[in-house]
């Protein structure tokens, strides 16, 4: 596994190096995700504020806050999502699509029960979150 590994946009103008190994991989199945990818499900890969820095088009990144929480960060080139910085928690989550060469491992799906499809692939599925993350823990069946 590299080190560092690399996160862009579609066109590439914008690159995200990301060092060490994420701490969480799941499914978001939220509306705010679905909305604002254009997609019925959300690859997430969370990572420590000190692991992810700009490597390249800082200037050229445009932001969206729908709420104080996330700040959803694309290209303004291409308009490709990168990722989004979650400052109340000091993450950062990147889309696991954007990362170059990065084997998605996703423990579980979070927000199933705003879900647009179902997924049958026999990880947990918690209706919102799971209680380490502030949630309720309530789990749906697949």
Not at 2 to 20: D, F, M, N, Q, T
Not at 46 to 55: D, E, T
Not at 76 to 99: N, Q, R, W, Y
């Amino acid at each position: 596994m590299p080190e560092k590994r690399i996160a862009h946009c579609a066109c590439g103008a914008v690159e995200a190096e990301l060092s060490g190994e994420s701490v969480l991989q799941c499914y978001c199945h939220c509306t705010d995700c679905r909305d604002w990818l254009g997609a019925p499900v959300h690859a997430a890969t969370i990572w420590p504020n000190a692991q992810v820095r700009y490597a390249k088009g800082a200037d050229n990144i445009v932001t969206y806050k729908r709420t104080d929480k996330s700040h959803r960060k694309s290209c303004k080139t291409c308009g490709g999502a990168v990722l989004i910085e979650h400052p109340s928690l000091g993450v950062f989550d990147v889309l696991a699509s954007a990362i170059d060469g990065f084997e998605f491992k996703p423990a579980f799906h979070i927000y199933y029960g705003e879900r647009m499809i179902d997924l049958k692939d026999g990880l947990p599925k918690f209706q919102k979150m799971p209680k380490d993350m502030g949630g309720d823990g309530e789990t749906m069946a697949e």
